[in-house]
């Protein structure tokens, strides 16, 4: 337990260290905008809203190509008690350019509202995006779409627990899409590990690579998968929401197995986080959003023994606890920008990145509603990247276009 004295002396220690640490702009304002050029390093997110509402009472969103037709669509899943989705199509109009068109059921089931797209099985469309459905028994739903994003066919994928989280990535370095999850023992909370399937190079999966953290007075609720040590093979990285040593790593050993997780970084109350290559040198920085201080840090670990922090911000807003990170390049710079929500805030924070691990001071868009959930993603084909947000208390899905 990190007391109130730590904490204080954890955040004087991180600001003095982190000069370009500092508080948020009101609006994003780039006097490049609107010109109907984009340019590097554009950020113009004040473009038209588009509210959305579905027939369904929404739990969470997932934007990709699910029709192979290369434009953006996108998902709406709810529980209603079970997954019920709706999906929303990217087309191409004559004289309007690309909308969201009127939605249709993609077909999809499972147990969670909390789907993982990925391109693993397409059999029936090998250009589209498959999307993985936990199920309430230990295996997964993999559902492969035709070219009108219908997930007609579905395979099981066995597990040894109930899955908990699950990733898509590439394990083991040999260019092909993988499955890893993270389960649970149905009969005992404490008995936990980590579930690999590797993915065989032929739109299959071969069979259960398993990595126990049984023994480990440690209980994950949340995993990002990446190389964060520059040597080939992905990690698993895992948290333990709120407990001061709940940052670990599990470091990939080969052939889709890991080690034993060990403290990657001690913060006074880890909450979210999220991975992504911020320097540009092949490994991956991990942003941790931490409720302690309310404040957003880039952890980053190649070749040293133990993580340093490579860039931080604070949100303007003391309430503004983190309660989601995504990684994405928000203004066309070849840069990963942080995007942030905050518990029951209406505001989405963007933090563009330096380029080394740090981040410039970050710029709010402001909702009507509170946001729960974002995608970022070009939906109108327009080369630029719009905001989709979930204001699901009002039952819909707002889109905050670009602007360029």
């Not at 509202?113 to 295996?139: E, K, M, S, Y």
């Amino acid at each position: 337990m990190i007391t109130a004295s730590q904490r204080r002396r954890w955040l004087l220690t991180l600001t003095v260290a982190l000069p370009l640490t500092g508080c948020a702009d009101e609006t994003v304002s780039i006097p490049t905008c609107d010109n109907g050029v984009l340019d590097e390093g554009e950020l113009c997110l004040r473009g038209a809203l588009r509210i959305i509402e579905p027939a369904l009472e929404p739990h969470a969103l997932r934007v990709a190509d699910f029709d192979g037709d290369l434009l953006e669509d996108l998902m709406i899943i709810g529980l209603a008690p079970t997954v019920t989705a709706e999906l929303w199509r990217g087309v191409e109009t004559r004289d309007r350019g690309v909308l969201l068109d009127a939605p249709l059921d993609p077909g999809v089931h499972g147990c969670s509202a909390h789907p993982v797209p990925g391109q693993l099985g397409a059999r029936l469309n090998a250009r589209a995006t498959d999307i993985l459905f936990a199920t309430c028994q230990p295996r997964l739903h993999l559902f492969a779409p035709d070219d009108e994003g219908r997930f007609g066919q579905v395979d099981d994928l066995p597990l040894t627990g109930l899955p908990r989280t699950t990733k898509v990535v590439d394990v083991d370095g040999d260019e092909r899409a993988d499955v890893v999850a993270l389960i649970r023992d149905p009969e005992d909370e404490a008995q936990q590990g980590l579930n690999v399937l590797l993915g065989d190079g032929a739109h299959g999966l071969m069979g259960t690579v398993e990595t126990s953290l049984a023994g480990a007075d440690f209980s994950p609720t949340n995993m990002e998968v990446a190389d964060v040590d520059g040597d080939g093979l992905a990690d698993a990285i895992l948290l333990e929401r709120g407990r001061a040593d709940g940052l670990r790593v599990a470091h990939g050993v080969g052939g889709g197995g890991f080690a034993r997780p060990e403290p990657l970084f001690t913060m006074p109350s880890p909450a979210v986080m999220a991975t992504g290559d911020l320097d540009g040198d092949g490994a991956a920085e991990v942003v941790v959003g931490d409720l302690g201080v309310n404040m957003i840090v880039a952890l980053t670990s190649r070749g040293v023994p133990t993580p340093t922090i490579a860039g931080a911000f604070i949100p303007s807003h003391p309430r503004d606890a983190p309660a989601y990170i995504t990684l994405a390049d928000v203004n066309n710079d070849d840069l990963l920008d942080a995007v942030m929500l905050a518990v029951d805030s209406p505001r989405v924070w963007i933090a563009e990145g330096l380029g080394d691990g740090g981040f410039f001071p970050p710029s709010i868009v402001e909702f009507d509603d509170v946001v729960h959930q974002v995608a970022l993603a070009d939906v109108n084909a327009d080369g630029a990247i719009d905001l989709v947000a979930g204001t699901f208390d009002s039952g819909t899905v707002t889109v905050r276009l670009a602007s360029p």
